[in-house]
């Protein structure tokens, strides 16, 4: 993960505009120890402009059988309205643009 922070800070440091989208998954990324830890990095970054919480969903589900792998997160629900909102909170609580 650690180039892809890398690259996040470049960016700032180059004044280009960020928008972070952060996928929340029950079980996987909605630890709020998590969200906080995400919310810090992104508002450590200056030219963060845009910061979307993006509920998992099982819409792909069918095209790992099709291609017959096993899909890791089958069975993985989608996050409530209260706990994308709650997430979204934690961002915003940063000063960030959350949507």
Do not use: M, N
């Amino acid at each position: 993960l650690e180039p892809t922070l890398e690259f996040g800070r470049w960016l700032a440091a180059q004044g280009i505009e960020i928008w972070i989208r952060f996928v929340l998954v029950p079980g996987l990324t909605d630890d709020p120890a998590t969200v906080e830890r995400v919310a810090d990095y992104a508002a450590s970054l200056s030219s963060v402009s845009r910061l979307e919480v993006l509920p998992f969903h099982q819409l792909g589900t069918t095209k790992w059988a099709e291609l017959g792998l096993d899909y890791a997160l089958d069975g993985c629900r989608t996050p409530t309205p209260v706990e994308v909102e709650d997430a979204r909170a934690v961002f915003r609580a940063q000063g960030l643009a959350a949507f």
